[in-house]
C-alpha cells in the first residue's frame, strides 16, 4: 500500500469511528427496524458559522447564540462567544451539554431577560459521558428552564450571564456528535471493554487528540473498578498525538514499562486509534524517540496482537423451543441430543459453546412460582441444579466462563457447573423489591444487563458492573438506562454497547420493542409491525438480526422492517437463543 494512501486511511479512520460504532448495533443496515426516534448515531459535521446580527433584539441575540452552540467547535465556540458580553466570555463553560427535545426561546421580560424552556432528554459532561434523564414521560425528561440576563455592550445587545454549558436540541445532537468508543482492559487483563462516549469535534487531528486525554484521565466511573487504567505515570497535557503515517503518539516514560506491560498499551492504543480495523500503523515515542513494542518492532498495527483483533464475524447460530419442547434450529431442524426427544418441558433455554458436540445448555422448567434451573450438554442430559424452586430467570451463560446466572427475586445466582449456586446481591444499589425478570451478559463479560421489575409495575433495564477477584464476583455498579414508563419484560446485547428491550409503554398501554444503548443514549422505539401480540422474549447478537417470541410462535427481523416467522412461515415456539460463545 502506498504512503499516500496509508495516510489517507489514517486521517480517515478517527472520524469513521461513530460509523463503525453504528454498525455493532447488531442489525444490518438492510434490515434494521424503523426507527422512531433516535439520539446521537452519526459522525458529527461542520457547521456554519453564525454571528450577531447589528442592533438585534435580546430575543434575536440569545437565539443566534443558541444556533451557535453547535457551530465553531473546533474553535471553542468562538461564535457562540461572540453574543456573550467581554466580561461574559471568559466565564461560560462549554464543556457540557444539556441535551433537549427542543426548545422554546421566549419574548424578553421587562428587565430584557430571556427565558427559554425545553424537556430535558440528557446531559452530557466534560468528558464526553452521558446520563439520559429517566424522568418525565418516557420519551423526554422533566421540562427546564434557562434565564439568559442581557445587557447592552457598545449599543448592542449581548448576554451578560448565559447558563453554564450548551444547550442543544436533539436534531442537532443527532447531527452534530458522534459516538465514540473508548478500550479499556479488564482487570484480568484479557480482554476490552468498551466505554462509549460523545463529542462535538470534526476534525481528525482535534478528534485523536481528545481522544488520548480521555484515554489518560481513565474510564467512566461505573467501569473505574472493573477495568485497568492505562498503564502510564503521565499527565494527558505531556501525551500528544499526531494523525498521519504512521500515528504517532508520544507517551512521556513509555519506554520504562515492562516488556509485557508495554505490548499490551500497545495493543489497547491500536484499538483505540485503528478502530475499524484497517490496520493503519502506529508508533510509540517517548521524548520523540521511538518505543521498541517486543516481539513487533516500532512500528505496529493492530493484527499483529491477538486480542486487539476485532470481534469474529461468523453468524451465531440460532436455536429455539418448538411446541413440543423439542430444540430446533431457524429452520425447524431438530438439534441431535439430548433436547432432541421433548423429554425436558423447558419454558427457557440458554446455550454455549462452539460447536454442537461441545455445546452447554441450561434451561428452566416448572411453573413461574417453582421454576427449577436444569444444566447439561447436548451429548449428556441435563440435571437439576439443586436450587430451591422459585421463581428464576431465564438463565444465561458468562462469557468465557462455565458459569450459568439466573435472577431470583432481587439476588443474582452464580452457578458454576458442578458446584452450588453462589448469590450475588445487588445490595442497595437498585430497587429495594421486587424481582430480576431478565439477565444478559455484555459481550466481553465485564456488565450485566438486567431487567428489574419493581413492586409499583414498573420494570426499567439496569447496566450492572462486575467486578471479579479470583473466584468471587460483586456488582460495583448498577445504574438505570431506560424511563419508569416503560415496563420490560426482556432485553437482549445486540452489539458491544447497545440492546433491544421488550415491553409495555405504561402511558400508551400499548407494546413495543426499543433500542437503547448501554448509557441510556439513542432509545429508540422499534417496528413490531406483524407480531400478534406482546413479544415475551428476545434474543439478539452482533452483526445479526433479532429474534423474539410471541403468542407462541417465534419471529425474526425482516429486511422489510417488520417480523415474520422463519421463511416467512409462522412457526410455534418460544425462547429463541443466539447461542453465546
Not at 472520524?15 to 448515531?41: F, K, N
Not at 447589528?54 to 453574543?83: E, K
Not at 423451543?321 to 421433548?342: H, I
Not at 400478534?532 to 425482516?558: E, L
Request: hydrophobic content about 40%.
Amino acid at each position: 500500500m502506498s504512503r499516500t494512501r496509508n495516510r489517507q486511511i489514517c486521517v480517515a479512520l478517527i472520524t469513521l469511528v461513530a460509523l463503525l460504532c453504528a454498525a455493532c448495533t447488531g442489525v444490518p443496515t438492510e434490515s434494521s427496524p424503523q426507527v422512531v426516534r433516535g439520539l446521537g448515531d452519526v459522525t458529527s459535521a461542520s457547521a456554519p458559522s453564525i454571528a450577531p446580527i447589528p442592533n438585534a433584539d435580546p430575543r434575536t441575540i440569545v437565539q443566534g447564540f443558541l444556533q451557535a452552540n453547535i457551530s465553531d467547535v473546533d474553535d471553542h465556540h468562538a461564535a457562540a462567544r461572540a453574543f456573550l458580553t467581554v466580561d461574559a466570555r471568559g466565564k461560560w463553560n462549554d464543556n457540557t451539554i444539556t441535551v433537549v427535545d427542543s426548545y422554546t426561546v421566549g419574548v424578553s421580560d421587562p428587565a430584557n431577560n430571556v427565558a427559554v424552556t425545553g424537556q430535558q432528554v440528557g446531559s452530557i459532561d466534560a468528558r464526553g459521558i452521558y446520563t439520559a434523564d429517566l424522568s418525565g414521560d418516557g420519551s423526554v425528561g422533566d421540562s427546564v428552564a434557562f434565564t439568559f440576563v442581557m445587557r447592552q455592550e457598545n449599543g448592542q445587545w449581548r448576554i451578560q450571564q448565559p447558563p453554564n454549558g450548551l444547550i442543544v436540541q436533539r436534531s442537532d445532537f443527532e447531527s452534530r456528535y458522534s459516538l465514540q468508543t473508548l478500550y479499556f482492559f479488564d482487570l484480568a487483563q484479557q480482554r476490552l471493554v468498551p466505554d462509549v462516549r460523545y463529542t462535538s469535534l470534526a476534525d481528525p487531528q482535534a478528534i485523536a487528540s481528545w481522544r488520548l486525554t480521555q484515554l489518560i484521565t481513565g474510564p467512566r466511573p461505573e467501569l473505574v473498578n472493573a477495568v485497568q487504567q492505562l498503564p502510564l505515570q503521565t499527565s494527558a497535557t505531556r501525551a500528544t498525538v499526531t494523525v498521519g503515517d504512521p500515528v504517532v503518539i508520544e507517551l512521556p516514560g513509555s519506554s520504562q514499562l515492562e516488556p509485557e506491560t508495554l505490548t499490551r498499551l500497545a495493543a489497547q492504543l491500536a484499538v483505540n486509534f485503528d478502530p475499524d480495523a484497517t490496520f493503519a500503523n502506529l508508533r510509540i515515542t517517548d521524548g520523540g524517540k521511538p518505543v521498541t513494542i517486543p516481539g513487533v518492532g516500532q512500528t505496529f498495527s493492530r493484527n499483529q496482537f491477538s486480542v486487539a483483533q476485532p470481534p469474529t464475524t461468523a453468524t451465531p447460530p440460532l436455536y429455539y423451543l418448538n411446541d413440543r419442547s423439542v430444540l430446533v434450529d431457524q429452520n425447524g431442524t431438530p438439534l441431535p441430543g439430548a433436547l432432541a426427544t421433548g423429554r425436558y418441558p423447558l419454558t427457557s433455554v440458554a446455550i454455549a459453546g462452539a460447536t454442537p458436540s461441545t455445546y452447554r445448555v441450561a434451561g428452566i422448567v416448572g411453573t413461574t412460582l417453582k421454576s427449577h434451573l436444569l444444566v447439561g450438554t447436548l451429548a449428556t442430559s441435563l440435571q437439576d441444579t439443586g436450587i430451591a424452586p422459585g421463581p428464576l430467570s431465564a438463565p444465561t451463560w458468562a462469557p468465557n466462563a462455565n458459569e450459568v446466572w439466573v435472577g431470583r427475586g432481587l439476588t443474582l445466582l452464580r452457578i458454576s457447573v458442578g458446584h452450588p449456586a453462589v448469590a450475588v446481591s445487588l445490595g442497595s444499589r437498585g430497587p429495594t423489591s421486587g424481582s430480576i425478570r431478565s439477565v444478559k451478559f455484555s459481550p466481553e463479560g465485564s456488565r450485566l444487563a438486567m431487567v428489574i421489575a419493581a413492586a409499583d409495575g414498573t420494570a426499567q433495564l439496569w447496566i450492572a458492573t462486575l467486578v471479579r477477584a479470583g473466584d468471587s464476583v460483586r456488582v460495583d455498579t448498577l445504574t438505570p438506562v431506560t424511563p419508569p414508563q416503560l415496563a420490560l419484560r426482556d432485553a437482549a446485547w445486540s452489539g458491544e454497547s447497545a440492546l433491544f428491550a421488550i415491553g409495555t409503554n405504561l402511558n400508551t398501554g400499548s407494546y413495543g420493542i426499543w433500542s437503547v444503548r448501554s448509557d441510556g443514549s439513542a432509545l429508540d422505539e422499534r417496528s413490531h409491525v406483524g407480531l400478534p401480540k406482546a413479544p415475551d422474549s428476545i434474543t439478539a447478537a452482533s452483526r445479526v438480526v433479532a429474534w423474539v417470541s410471541a403468542g407462541g410462535a417465534v419471529f425474526q427481523q425482516s429486511r422489510s422492517n417488520t417480523w415474520s416467522g422463519p421463511s416467512d412461515a409462522t412457526a410455534r415456539g418460544i425462547s429463541p437463543t443466539y447461542v453465546q460463545w
